[in-house]
């Protein structure tokens, strides 16, 4: 047997404790505590099935290791530990090791055929906080208020704002908190931590306030939605996190962002919005949106957005259930705009944010890869140039 075995990881820095790889992993290799979720090393058989989903890319680390990480050390872990460098003898150590390097890099390659990959947060944005507050030691805010954005009445989304009161919380846009509802699973075990996107800027829905907001679509029979959908002001919940430390806005006001959403997922860019608004009021031609809903009725935000000056905020809002009219979806938009995406793609600060359900990013990606066709490389190649400078950015469910 070897000395040597390829062990898989999860970056804690980078893990947003969504814990669907866990309910995922058939073999149950996967856990959590309170503060991380590993893989066990003596369970893990490299199925791979918990790679597409992992909304982050936080799952896909890797180590060749000597003695493998126990699941105790992985629970501390605040940061994934370095690569071991290995004395190796010439010839049988060196290549098991290149052999596991091998079996690893082509276990991925398959793996990440339908998935999104890793990415990096851009390198103009603020440092996050994360993991601040977590299942033994969540935090509790008060509900400051809980507005109906929707007249649609089988859309029914929710605009809440929390108030987090003296105790620090140091939130960014683009990242999420997890609310813990009340009660016990089938399993008589306490529920494991909804997340929600922050749709409020950094300093807060109301400026220099230590308060946040949340934008939550009531589901059928969903647990946490219903709980925080019938909040009422003055009622307290628990919260862990923050969570996230990718999926976040340049600080450069000349980076260019594009961003593509549906229903719920429209929270990351009002806060986006809301800090640019804020911060740099005066910037033209810096933001774009396509934002796709069933109906005017059911898009979150549908008032507000047309406030916001077009100059400031380009707005394309696609309908696909409106009356007499075919189905429109956003790779539609982008397809009927695809001069002005294929100028978008060239610009060396250009961003790309994808967020929403995960049905709706396999046909933005078959847009982009068209428009794309005339770039060198095509959209595989920009693509992967635009993550690795931390310029795409992809959060579905």
Not at 26 to 50: G, L, Q, R, S, W
Not at 186 to 196: E, N
Not at 367 to 389: F, H, N, T
Request: glycine share 8%; net charge negative; with cysteine.
């Amino acid at each position: 047997m070897s000395q040597f075995a390829k062990q898989h990881l999860i970056d804690p820095e980078i893990c947003i404790r969504c814990y669907t790889c866990e309910n995922t992993c058939p073999i149950e290799a996967i856990t959590h505590n309170d503060d991380n979720v590993v893989v066990d090393f003596e369970k893990c058989n490299y199925c791979m099935d918990c790679i597409p989903v992992c909304p982050t890319g936080s799952i896909d680390e890797w180590r060749v290791v000597s003695t493998p990480y126990t699941v105790e050390e992985q629970f501390e872990f605040e940061e994934l530990p370095n690569q071991e460098e290995f004395e190796t003898e010439e010839g049988g150590d060196e290549s098991t090791i290149e052999a596991l390097d091998d079996e690893i890099a082509n276990l991925l390659a398959e793996a990440h055929s339908g998935a999104g990959g890793k990415t990096k947060a851009p390198d103009s944005a603020s440092k996050p906080t994360i993991n601040l507050y977590n299942l033994g030691k969540p935090i509790e805010v008060t509900i400051q208020g809980n507005y109906r954005l929707t007249d649609d009445p089988e859309h029914d989304v929710r605009h809440l704002i929390l108030d987090a009161g003296s105790v620090p919380l140091p939130l960014l846009e683009g990242q999420s908190v997890g609310v813990i509802a009340p009660g016990v699973d089938d399993a008589g075990k306490a529920h494991l931590p909804r997340l929600y996107s922050i749709s409020s800027p950094r300093d807060g829905e109301r400026p220099n306030y230590n308060n946040f907001s949340l934008t939550v679509k009531r589901e059928d029979k969903g647990l946490c939605s219903n709980y925080l959908c019938d909040l009422q002001q003055g009622d307290k919940i628990q919260i862990t996190g923050p969570f996230g430390s990718t999926f976040l806005m340049p600080n450069d006001p000349e980076a260019k962002m594009l961003m593509i959403c549906t229903g719920t997922g429209s929270a990351p860019f009002r806060a986006f919005t809301m800090n640019r608004q804020r911060t740099s009021p005066d910037l033209t031609d810096s933001m774009t949106l396509v934002f796709g809903a069933r109906t005017e009725a059911s898009l979150p935000y549908f008032g507000p957005l047309k406030k916001i000056p077009d100059g400031f905020l380009r707005k394309y809002l696609v309908l696909s259930r409106v009356e007499g009219k075919s189905k429109r979806y956003v790779q539609d938009e982008l397809l009927d705009r695809k001069d002005e995406v294929l100028s978008f793609l060239k610009e060396p600060k250009a961003h790309i944010y994808i967020c929403g359900l995960r049905a709706m990013e396999e046909g933005v990606e078959a847009a982009l890869s068209q428009i794309a066709g005339p770039i060198d490389g095509g959209w595989e190649a920009v693509k992967s140039k635009m993550r690795e400078e931390g310029r795409y950015h992809v959060e579905t469910y």
